[in-house]
């Protein structure tokens, strides 16, 4: 029996993370037994056919993980819009047996690629009529199997969370903002920077929160008649406060209410006539498009590119797309999400700015009206007295993002009418009364920077030591409590519930905000701090796997992450590692035993890297550097055997903007929690998380309905269901079963 046949193209505009799909979706195939092949130069190989159209091989796709931009190929083609075009593609794809066809690209892409599918009966019946094909090809392939993946830089699509390069472009942004906020802090300038975004604000708006940056212009919401007054005014107002910069956003398609383009240039002259002053513009252009992916461009679009091949083999459904909703994957109905992307266009050009902002999704308002809290110089309400005093407090191993969850937290406490204090240097800090006042400008530079501003300790007080912190909340009149961190803040905020028999300083309500690289909290599926540890983990196994690019060599490379193996495993699968040990599943020696073989074998077939990733606590005895004197001993000399473990950097290093926008989004949360808990006199203790997209709080009492006191993990580790994807795509010779991904979902 033939095998089945799949192609894939990428077409339209680059996106970072087009090639860890392509990948994807070819090692899939060759696993499932199907014969993959390469559509080159998107629409136009498959126009043109020939050597444009190739067969691939598992190596084809090798070493392209890291790479920006399609290693296939993308180009315009005029004749596929045409129906000779059309007809000329049909017949190159029969001819070689493909009648399924997985499309990367946008939503012209993904609109040519449904034509091709309605038209293709027609198109097979008039080649048979011209004598192009035999009727029997025809009958072999009468109709086209189509799945989408949306690779847009734009994060454009309606209905799916984020599209492949969305993140890589937001790292180039915020690389450029963090690079520019300096000169312009020297100067005291003022900056404009365009990014892209013709129908879609999204990159303008998350960089200016995730940059600290003062003003945005985006298309869903043009700005009210007057903007330039106000503009000036926010941007006197803050220099007025100290800043000594303003850096505003300007996305590409912004336009003010009548219409009329709102382009950098634009701002410029506003700025220099409003405030008297010289203003620098920075277009960032196709640098958003360029360099490498990343981590989450390499994980998440390996994952689309598996479900799309299986979708194709294992389905004859509708096309849909594959996409990303609340941190699952979904199926979406192709052409449905296409057009309700279009729709937005139609909003904004008939006036309809809240229905256009309204179909970006619920995320999308609430961050709309967080930058303006976030970017006033001085608090947006006028509130009277102080209606109370929250103190602010880093409990546990460092987490990059915890300045930017403490500024959020100073600015939203603020805003609501609450005198806002920080502890230093953790709970010892509290038994040693070493609290500060902190004020709308105290926390002006913090969005941006790693580390921890007011201090973290990992120590849990004394049970004696417990009255001295009593003394100090009373004494400095605390009525509320934000303790930003891992595990042992949790835990310290229990011990505090506690011990509320005894002191009643503690009957306050204390909220708790995940912050943690090792990603164990409970409720939450994604800590603050998680995804700049895997950036971070990426960025240095790539270096590891140049390093080893000019011998054979076998790395073992160790993870922070304590019991959780969520670094291990999306940094291996991120990478590109052949073998991943987790603490969830252990290590054995008969399993020590196959992958040794398996090691050996594939050096001895010509192998010259072998990337192996261990959790550090994925046992206690077969620890990395046991596994690599196994691994060189068992060699015999045919590659050499280094280790590498990747220790404090996880912790190191500005936050991703990733994580920027994760601490705003929970930090909200928490604070409006809060807020409606002290108003109504009441002393809960809570923590806030994010399940599925979606931000909840939930009372501390109930912990253990979520997270196991004896593994001190959650019972659902949603990412645990992705290691057979990490071995198929890295492994040749794996022959598990490929299964549909269990965070699947149909909308």
């Known amino acids: 029996m033939e095998s089945v046949k799949i192609g894939v193209l990428t077409s339209g505009g680059d996106a970072q993370g087009m090639n860890a799909i392509v990948r994807a979706v070819v090692r899939t195939a060759l696993h499932e037994g199907a014969r993959p092949f390469a559509i080159r130069e998107g629409w136009k190989g498959a126009v043109e056919g020939g050597d ?78 011209m004598g192009e094909i035999e009727q029997d090809t025809a009958d072999r392939h009468p109709l086209l199997h189509i799945a989408g993946v949306v690779g847009s830089i734009d994060n454009d699509l309606v209905g799916t969370d984020m599209t492949v390069g969305a993140d890589s472009a937001l790292h180039r942004i915020i690389d450029a903002i963090d690079a520019i906020s300096s000169t312009a802090e020297s100067h005291r300038r003022s900056f404009v920077i365009e990014v892209m975004g013709r129908h879609c604000g999204y990159l303008a708006l998350m960089s200016a929160i995730a940059g600290g940056c003062d003003y945005v212009f985006v298309p869903e919401r043009p700005p009210a008649d007057g903007w330039e007054t106000d503009m000036c005014r926010v941007l006197k107002e803050g220099r007025d406060a100290g800043r000594r910069d303003s850096i505003i956003i300007v996305a590409e398609g912004a336009t003010d209410r009548n219409g009329v383009a ?47 091949a299986l979708e194709l083999l294992q389905s004859d459904g509708d096309p849909v797309i594959i996409g990303t909703r609340r941190n699952r994957l979904v199926r979406l109905p192709l052409m449905s999400s296409v057009e309700n992307t279009r729709a937005v266009k ?113 120590t849990i007080p004394s049970v004696d030591e417990f009255y001295d912190m009593g003394r100090v909340l009373e004494d400095n009149r605390i009525d509320g409590l934000l303790i930003i961190g ?34 164990n909290l409970p409720a939450s599926e994604l800590s603050i701090g998680t995804d700049t540890a895997l950036n971070t983990n990426v960025e240095v196994l790539n270096r590891i796997k140049q390093s080893a690019s000019a011998s054979r060599r076998c790395f073992v490379s ?39 073989d398996v090691m050996v074998d594939a050096f001895k ?15 206690e005895n077969y620890t990395t550097d046991f596994l690599a004197r196994i691994f060189e001993e068992e060699g015999g000399g045919l590659f050499d055997v280094r280790q590498a473990v990747i220790g404090h950097q996880q912790q190191g290093g500005n936050p991703s903007p990733f994580d920027r926008l994760l601490a705003v989004r929970l930090v909200n949360a928490a604070m409006r929690t809060l807020d409606e808990t002290m108003s109504n006199g009441r002393d809960d203790c809570s923590y806030v998380g994010m399940a599925k997209g979606s931000i909840e709080c939930h009372p501390l009492s109930h912990l253990e309905e979520h997270w196991d006191p004896a593994t001190r993990l959650p019972y659902n580790q949603w990412w645990l269901g992705l290691q057979d994807v990490a071995y198929i795509v890295s492994n040749p010779h794996h022959h598990g079963p490929a299964h549909v991904l269990p965070i699947l979902e149909d909308v």
């Not at 970017?375 to 929250?390: E, L, Y």
């Not at 052949?578 to 599943?585: A, K, M, R, V």
């Open 52 to 129: 444009l159209i190739q067969e691939m091989s598992w190596s084809d796709v090798s070493d392209i993980l890291h790479r920006g931009g399609t290693i296939i190929g993308t180009a315009r083609s005029d004749r596929f819009r045409e129906r000779e075009g059309m007809r000329e593609a049909v017949k190159n794809l029969v001819s070689l047996g493909i009648d399924r066809l997985i499309s990367i690209g946008g939503d012209g892409t993904l609109t040519g690629t449904d034509e091709l599918r309605a038209e293709w009966p027609s198109l097979l019946a008039e080649l048979v009529e």
């Open 262 to 308: 709102i382009t950098s240039e634009r701002v410029k002259a506003v700025l220099e006539e409003g405030l008297g002053e010289s203003a620098r513009v920075t277009m960032l252009g196709h640098v958003q498009r360029g360099g490498s992916p990343s981590a989450y461009d390499r994980w998440m679009p390996t994952l689309l590119g598996y479900s799309a």
């Open 346 to 458: 139609k909003y904004t050009a008939a006036g309809d700015f809240e229905a256009a902002v309204a179909a970006r999704g619920s995320s999308y308002t609430e961050m709309l009206d967080v930058f303006t809290t976030l970017a006033s110089p001085v608090p947006t309400k006028k509130n009277g007295g102080p209606r109370g005093r929250i103190a602010i407090v880093h409990v546990g191993g460092l987490a990059p993002g915890m300045n930017v969850a403490a500024r959020a937290a100073v600015r939203f406490g603020i805003d609501r009418g609450y005198e806002m204090v920080g502890i230093e240097g953790g709970l010892p800090g509290l038994v040693h009364g070493d609290l500060v006042p902190l004020s709308w400008s105290d926390v002006e530079a913090w969005s941006g920077l790693g580390g921890a501003q007011l201090g973290t300790r990992r």
């Open 486 to 519: 891992g595990l042992k803040g949790y835990e310290a905020a229990e011990r505090m519930r506690e011990e509320r028999q005894r002191f009643s300083a503690f009957r306050i309500p204390i909220m708790c905000v995940p912050a943690s690289i090792d990603n």
């Open 558 to 596: 160790e993870t922070m992450g304590r019991n959780c193996g969520y670094l291990a495993l999306m940094s291996g699968i991120a990478s590109g590692a052949e073998q991943i040990y987790l603490s969830e599943t252990g290590i054995t020696l008969n399993q020590l035993a196959k992958d040794t």
């Open 605 to 619: 077939n010509g192998r010259s890297l072998y990337l192996v990733v261990r959790n550090e606590y994925a046992s």
